[in-house]
RNA sequence: GGUGACGUGGCCGAGUGGUCAGGCAGAGGCCUGCAAAGCCUCCUACGGCGGUUCGAAUCCGCCCGUCACCUCCA
């Protein structure tokens, strides 16, 4: 069967496109990574996600997939246009914050960096083949510069050195800002360099030897402007041609705009195919913000701090929600369309995860016992998973092709005795969904990881030994018909958080997946 | 002011000319000692006004509204 095509909308052409990689069935792309000075928030892994469903759709057609995602862990100026020796930047402003926690900025980057990367594995996002920090990569910057100074690209004055917009044609393409006006527009009242030639102009390199962080250069010490690391780690790990590029929105001016010019300034043609912007979400119907109290941080929903009392209740006094909910939330919504965040998304999501974990445990029993009998499922389950590729090749659209594989693991749900063929078809089909579009753990690659059944069930072996006791319990009052105390007990399960289901093969419990 | 997205039922969100999205919530039913879980059934909308068309949520025009960016931001 012939794969769909891959489209995606490219913001350089306004238009919805089919991807042609450069090298054939090779997708090479480049994802805008954080600046690690702080807690990564659900909106900043809307855009993470989005590069990671690029990867598993592309990989699902049959493409190799080489990504490379960034670790910004340079401080950069507020005002990016501005060298003010006595500026700071966020990273500077975070340790002034946090001061007490951290030694200097380098413990403060590692710190966000590691709580990052934890997050990223929480949501289940693929690792990039590189993931390159710019800190080390401050000399190849550094060389990219000095090349644009010596190609007229770039010039310095006392306070740094400024890619001269004027040298690049293309400048304003991508976000149609072309006019220099419309960058003076809003007025500041901070002092600018009175050297720069163009108020497009931006920093390459900033002068300042008094920087919490500072490298040596031909222009003494100081420290590389936001934009450059992007396209020197992009170029050195992909080259000077290759295929996409990913980020949030917010990014598309100024920051990919520079990046093009720079680019193109370097490889002296364009660099990179299709660029990909994620929108940002809104969390109950507003923007999120601190102010507004709806400013979530992934770690504020799955490990929230019990005294965290901007964290909703429901979150909080069940010790945070289970990160795949959030993943599968976060997918409810497309990629490039305004998405309205809300609790009551994720207490959904908590729920049709927990459906995928029972049907694949459901699954798991049925291969084991191996009945005989006809293959009930290949076809509607490969119809199911090729409706649900489709979705994806959409331009990645996530709500259909979450709504399409539901409709999966409803048919396995369906299924009053499965036979051994049903079973190996509804792993099959569980194991390509799961690869495509990351809903839970893989169950079925539990060989590697030794010992998932501790870590994935929170419930500890005492905790589990007592519920037993406590159904026995209650099975025996059923049994004398003492319904009352067998409601009692089952009243104490619910209070430890435990629903039971009385099936006729005998009661079973799950941790209830409750989130209000 | 410039640029770009968008407006679908109580809620979230698919759907680009004619047939059903789907989910959540709600209602009824099956099952159950009662529940829970699950299953079945029901609820049926397209911001407004014009236009094109046999036919418009879908195409065109205008209006209203929302969001984002215009040198901190995913």
Redesign the pocket.
Known sequence: MSSPTFRLYNTLT?ETEPVEPIEEEHLQFYS?G??VYMYA?I??F??FLTADLIRRTAEAIGWDVTNVSNITDVG?L?????VDPGGED?MQQALEREGERFANIYDLARHYTEAFLEDWRALNLREPEVRPRATEHVTDQLRAVVELVESDHAYATDQGVYFSVESADDYGHL???T?AQ??Q??ERDVVEDPDKRD????ALWKHDPDHLMHWHSPWGWGYPG?HIECSVMGMQYLGNRFDLHT?????????HECEIAQNQSLAGHRVINYWVH?????VE?E??SKSKGNFYTVRDLIQPSPEDDHVPASVRDQGGVDPLALRYALM???Y?????F?L??L??AA??VQ?YRDAAERVEAALTADADGPDELGDRLGDIYDRTLEAMC?DL?T??AT?AA?EGV?AI??MDRMSGASARSARTWLDRTNALLGIIESTFEADEQTDTASETDPTSDSLADSIEELLADREAA?RDGE?AR??AI?DTLEALGI?????PEGPEWRRKVELR
């Open positions: 306004h805008c954080p600046t928030h909106g900043n809307r855009s950069h507020t005002q990016d246009d501005l966020k976000s149609g800002n006019e419309q960058l527009a809003s108020p497009r102009d931006f936001w980020g949030g929105e917010d990014l598309i001016f100024p920051h994620t929108r940002f979400l809104q119907g923007k999120m409810q919504g497309q490039r369309k305004p998405f309205n809300t009551d998304t207490h959904t729920r049709h459906r959409d659209n709500p259909a709504a539901l409803k749900e369906q059923r319904y067998a409601d089952r629903e039971v289901m009385d099936r």
